[in-house]
């Protein structure tokens, strides 16, 4: 597991450890003595000793500059790049059966845009365009595309994740309870979260699965943030806009279509915003 010292890491550790996976879980050097093992992946050297030293079935990878702004965009781009260029190339000399690389739901583009755009239909599903203009958005495509070409010359297989804002029980109150007090914020992928339990999950299964080649999967919560009516909330929020409204299965359906997940990996998400939020946003 790399980046285990990170949100995503802190919550997936324990639960492949609860299904009875032997992990070793892997961060930076400059982090805290937590991790089994440290390795700087954007090293090859590292990355290479780091997976070719035991013979591991899976490697989930996490690890990643998490978003474009706090750092300039050559190390965000060159960090999160270089490192999965170098999980994926030690995985395929180390003969790993499963790469589980934790994506992005950023791969659309939408989020940190500085030219925006809205999204062709919502909700939004694996068919949609993938149109990144910032440096983690496009690190995260061409990470996915690395894990297609590593499929079409080894026997790797690979499971891209694409989580949308990923919360934590300590982050609700933060990340979301300022939006749903403000009222509708604008929107512009149909105000999609995930809790980072559920998206463990999604990992476990991922790790178990034996689709072939490469798949890609959205994982998101099935409402809105808020409980906005999805085509209504897009209405007020972008007036005139050309956003294909689909049909949904329940109002506060979110933005994002997990149906994927749901249907090849038996995902579900089980959590929500209500379990730590009142509709004002308090906890």
Request: charged residues 20%.
């Amino acid at each position: 597991m790399t980046g285990a010292l990170g949100v995503v890491g802190r919550a997936v550790v324990p639960v492949l450890r609860s299904a009875g996976h032997y992990v070793v879980a892997t961060d930076r050097p400059d982090t805290a003595s937590a991790a089994d093992v440290h390795a700087d992946l954007a090293d090859a050297g590292q990355a290479d000793a780091l997976i070719g030293e035991e013979a591991f079935s899976a490697v989930v990878h996490a690890a990643a500059i998490p978003a474009p702004g706090n750092h300039p965009p050559h190390m965000v781009f060159g960090n999160n790049m270089m490192a999965t260029f170098n999980v994926v190339e030690a995985c395929v000399r180390s003969g790993v059966r499963r790469l589980v690389n934790i994506s992005s739901v950023g791969v659309l583009g939408l989020h940190y845009a500085q030219r925006r755009f809205l999204p062709d239909y919502l909700p939004i599903d694996e068919e949609h365009r993938l149109r990144p203009q910032d440096p983690y958005g496009l690190s995260k495509l061409f990470g996915e595309q690395l894990c297609d070409a590593a499929v079409r010359r080894s026997d790797l297989s690979c499971i891209s994740l694409r989580p949308a804002w990923v919360q934590d029980p300590g982050s609700y109150a933060a990340d979301l309870g300022p939006l749903i007090r403000a009222g509708q914020p604008r929107g512009v992928a149909g105000w999609p979260y995930i809790d980072v339990r559920d998206l463990a999950e999604a990992v476990r299964l991922a790790v178990e699965s034996d689709l072939p080649g490469h798949e890609a999967f959205y994982i998101a919560a099935p409402d809105t943030i808020g409980g906005y009516d999805l085509h209504a909330a897009w209405r007020t929020a972008n007036p005139g806009s050309a956003t294909e409204l689909r049909p949904i299965s329940r109002p506060d359906a979110s933005g994002i279509d997990s149906g994927k997940a749901q249907h090849l990996l038996g995902w579900q998400a089980t959590r929500s915003w209500r379990d730590y939020l009142t509709g004002t946003g308090e906890p």
